[in-house]
């Protein structure tokens, strides 16, 4: 296109000066047939009758609009010739049937298109592949029909991926995200697996938070919530999706497939949650502070008022609250299975191994598995708890739940998975201490263990020990020390003059005792 201002000198030179064309051509330094073109349009244009200003179309208005232009409609494309049609058309159509087979992303895109053109020796500039493409291609763009949600009606849940460094570890979580189709009010949590249980957990937490139960929930076709697709549109739910609908009562729906936009809201919101939270902080210590850091974040993302609406998100869901349905309180969420407890006193779920007390070994237990813990019953007491493990044939021991065979068999406590995975205090007491006599050591866990002493409390026992007798801590000074403490008196009748005098006696003795060990501190310093 001639640039609008040498136009427009054309036309006053010629015009309003009276200049020849030959002159205007030599004073504007182009073609004197580019002068007379130019001339000829502007004639052209300006004989179109004033009443074709009405018509968008009309060559007035597109003089008006554009000015001068080189007309290229009847232009042939020369090196789109018939030879490179035929390649294009060819890998379109390979396109289509891997379409077809479920290839659809090995496809070759129009860079990949262009790149096999060159290779066969034809020179093709990108933008003529694409618009030819385009052209051939091209498919009618789908309308979407604009939808309104009354207060509590609706909430629509999905899952998104982040990873997060755990204690200086990269490790993959799935992030459980709702959105209310009216308030726009997002939630989140974070689980180690994509399972039944993670899914029943995530609603069981959301429900509670809320404080109401949504009229309706959407999901798309996950597998947690879809068990089978029984033709081409009816699909049947899950048992997990069953359970959530029975207790909460409420109903769901399951959008189409390829169809993310039936569910905009929460679509919108994974990655808006995920960049808003972890784009700023992603390393943690452990998976409760990670937890703990989203929730804080969301707390904020909910107060902020969003583009185009008049109210935060949290000021939306306490609105909204009046149309959710009465809360029926908090559904327990988890498998049950029956195990039973090997020759390592342990039971073995999902290929990992968690320890239970040696007195229960062959036993047959009752194990209620959670998203994040399992807990075993014997009958129907609590026996012990674990963490979950997710990775594959893990242990989970804890020595105290096999002090009475340790005992038996000191010699085992050196190398034992047990002593490994205890707790940092009670290695480091083992190894300054106790090495040379395991047995010793073994007792102290039991005599803590029956009179349920702190870890606070034996750790600064031992530490004053050591400090007095850095080579000679032992279980008889620990346990007179531990001994040593303010106990308060039982209450006695008056009229009980023999149970008087027994605990007259038992002063006197405890007083005698912490004499005794006062004494034999000072003589040590």
């Not at 406590?413 to 009670?426: D, I, Y």
Request: charged share 25%; glycine share 4%; hydrophobic share 35%.
């Amino acid at each position: 296109m001639l640039e609008v201002e040498t136009n427009h000198k054309i036309i006053l030179l010629y015009y309003r000066e009276g200049l020849s064309q030959r002159k205007i051509a030599k004073q504007l330094n182009i073609h004197r047939l580019t002068v007379h073109h130019r001339l000829a349009e502007y004639e052209q244009f300006k004989s179109s009758p004033l009443s074709d200003q009405d018509k968008p179309s009309s060559l007035l208005n597109q003089y008006l609009r554009t000015g001068s232009f080189y007309n290229s409609t009847n232009r042939s494309k020369r090196r789109l010739n018939e030879e490179v049609l035929e390649v294009i058309n060819k890998c379109l159509e390979e396109n289509r049937f891997k379409r077809l087979d479920g290839r659809s992303k090995q496809q070759l895109k129009n860079i990949d298109i262009l790149e096999k053109l060159h290779k066969l020796g034809h020179q093709l500039s990108y933008s003529t592949l694409c618009d030819h493409i385009s052209k051939t291609t091209r498919i009618a763009k789908e309308a979407f029909i604009r939808q309104q949600y009354g207060p509590g009606s609706c909430c629509e849940f999905d899952w998104g991926e982040v990873k997060l460094y755990i204690n200086d570890k990269l490790c993959r979580y799935y992030l459980s995200v709702f959105t209310s189709a009216n308030s726009n009010y997002r939630f989140a949590l974070l689980f180690q697996h994509q399972d039944s249980l993670a899914f029943k957990e995530a609603h069981i937490c959301f429900f509670e938070h809320v404080g109401g139960v949504y009229h309706q929930m959407v999901y798309d076709n996950m597998r947690v919530a879809i068990s089978r697709f029984v033709g081409r549109t009816e699909k049947i739910p899950t048992a997990g999706l069953l359970e959530l609908s029975r207790w909460y009562q409420y109903q769901w729906r399951f959008c189409n497939a390829a169809k993310g936009n039936e569910k905009g809201h929460v679509e919108r919101s994974v990655e808006y949650i995920r960049r808003k939270t972890f784009a700023f902080k992603d390393h943690f210590e452990n998976l409760q502070q990670a937890q703990v850091y989203l929730q804080s974040r969301l707390s904020e993302l909910n107060e902020r008022t969003l583009t185009g609406q008049q109210q935060s998100p949290y000021a939306g869901l306490e609105l909204e609250r009046i149309g959710l349905y009465s809360y029926p309180g908090c559904m327990e969420s988890f498998s049950g299975e029956n195990l039973k407890v090997d020759k390592y006193s342990t039971i073995c779920f999902a290929t990992n191994h968690y320890s239970v007390p040696d007195h229960l070994t062959g036993k047959m237990l009752f194990a209620k598995v959670y998203s994040q813990w399992i807990k075993i019953y014997d009958s129907d007491h609590v026996v012990c708890c674990h963490e979950r493990i997710y990775s594959k044939h893990g242990w989970q021991i804890d020595i105290e739940h096999y002090l009475n065979t340790l005992r038996q068999k000191p010699g085992a406590a050196a190398g034992s998975v047990a002593l490994k995975q205890a707790p940092t205090w009670v290695q480091s007491i083992y190894q300054d201490h106790y090495r040379q006599n395991p047995r010793a050591f073994i007792e102290l866990l039991q005599y803590r263990q029956q009179h349920n002493i702190s870890s606070k409390e034996l750790g600064d026992c031992i530490a004053l020990l050591a400090r007095q007798f850095p080579s000679n801590v032992n279980n008889e000074h620990i346990i007179a020390l531990l001994g040593n403490q303010v106990v308060q008196e039982p209450e006695i009748a008056e009229h009980d003059a023999i149970a008087l005098r027994s605990m007259e006696n038992l002063l006197e003795l405890a007083e005698m005792m912490n004499n005794y060990a006062t004494t034999g501190l000072n003589i040590t310093r």
